[in-house]
């Protein structure tokens, strides 16, 4: 659950099945991603989280989280496999596109 | 030491740093030479919103044409464990901080921290109990 909380809430920019090759393609694409440390970024990330620390302040748990983020049966999340999860999440989540 | 003894004896000339919600933030000068000062107090704990903060006045330094050094002083009893945190993803908050200060640095701020108060000192008297173990251990081997 904490890994899918993560993707929602753009913390994890991945999520996939829980085995190796999984995890190692997952890798490769991370790996090939053009990180940035410049202040135009930074500035980005900040805003990123203080936007975040504001939409879910009051949240009591995940399922809060979810439901403010407009996923479908919020409380459905933890149980669902990979790819449900995925095409129920994937235009709902937060992103860290442009912020690092 | 008090934070304010360490801040007198750091900056005998005065000093502009302020503490709020066991934040630091200010200036201070040591030998002509201006030093941006920031930190956490109080054997506080650091959340979501202090890394927050903290990553703010470090994008604010950074703002600054200057490359005056930044001195970051802990009094912290390490992250904040609360569900909050753990909901607002503590880890990137935390990760961000790092980042901000890793950019002062490459922009030519000379990063200092300086660990001080009561964390600080209980840390120092394990380390000193680590050692006569170690030691015992190390005779015990030799007497064999």
Same mark, same amino acid.
């Given at each position: 659950?904490?890994?899918?909380?993560?993707?929602?809430?753009?913390?994890?920019?991945?999520?996939?099945d829980?085995?190796?090759?999984a995890?190692?393609?997952?890798?490769?694409?991370a790996?090939?991603?053009?990180?940035?440390?410049?202040i135009?970024?930074?500035?980005? &990330?900040?805003?990123?989280? &203080?936007?975040?620390?504001?939409?879910?302040?009051?949240a009591h748990?995940?399922?809060?989280?979810?439901? &403010?983020?407009g996923?479908s049966k919020?409380?459905e999340i933890?149980?669902?496999?990979?790819n449900?999860?995925? $095409?129920? $999440?994937t235009?709902?989540? &937060?992103t860290?596109?442009?912020?690092r | 030491?008090?934070?304010?003894?360490?801040?007198? *004896?750091?900056f005998?000339?005065?000093h502009?740093?302020?503490?709020a #919600?066991?934040?630091?933030a200010?200036?201070?000068t040591?030998?002509?030479?201006?030093?941006?000062?920031i930190?956490?107090?109080?054997?506080s704990?650091?959340?979501?919103d202090?890394?927050?903060?903290?990553a703010?006045?470090?994008?604010?330094?950074?703002? !600054? #044409? #200057?490359?005056?050094?930044?001195?970051?002083?802990?009094d +912290? +009893?390490s992250?904040?464990?609360?569900?909050?945190?753990?909901?607002?993803?503590?880890s990137?908050?935390?990760? !961000? /901080?790092?980042?901000?200060? /890793?950019l002062?640095?490459?922009?030519? !701020?000379?990063?200092?921290g300086l660990l001080?108060?009561?964390?600080?000192?209980r840390?120092?008297?394990r380390? +000193? *109990?680590?050692?006569?173990?170690?030691? *015992?251990? *190390?005779?015990?081997?030799?007497?064999?």
């Amino acid at each position: 659950m904490g890994g899918k909380h993560r993707y929602l809430i753009g913390g994890a920019d991945a999520f996939v099945d829980d085995d190796v090759p999984a995890f190692r393609d997952a890798a490769f694409l991370a790996l090939a991603g053009k990180g940035r440390l410049d202040i135009d970024i930074l500035e980005a &990330e900040q805003q990123r989280l &203080e936007r975040r620390l504001h939409r879910f302040d009051k949240a009591h748990d995940a399922v809060d989280i979810w439901k &403010e983020l407009g996923v479908s049966k919020p409380a459905e999340i933890p149980g669902l496999a990979t790819n449900d999860f995925l $095409s129920r $999440s994937t235009d709902k989540r &937060e992103t860290a596109n442009d912020a690092r | 030491m008090t934070l304010a003894d360490i801040l007198a *004896s750091l900056f005998p000339a005065g000093h502009e740093v302020a503490i709020a #919600d066991n934040l630091i933030a200010g200036c201070g000068t040591i030998d002509n030479t201006p030093v941006h000062v920031i930190g956490i107090a109080g054997e506080s704990p650091l959340g979501c919103d202090g890394a927050f903060i903290l990553a703010g006045r470090v994008l604010d330094i950074v703002r !600054h #044409d #200057d490359t005056a050094p930044i001195l970051v002083l802990i009094d +912290s +009893s390490s992250q904040r464990m609360s569900r909050r945190d753990e909901l607002l993803g503590l880890s990137e908050y935390l990760a !961000h /901080l790092a980042k901000t200060l /890793l950019l002062a640095e490459a922009q030519g !701020h000379r990063t200092i921290g300086l660990l001080y108060g009561g964390r600080c000192r209980r840390s120092l008297h394990r380390y +000193s *109990s680590c050692d006569r173990h170690a030691r *015992s251990a *190390s005779e015990a081997r030799t007497r064999q």
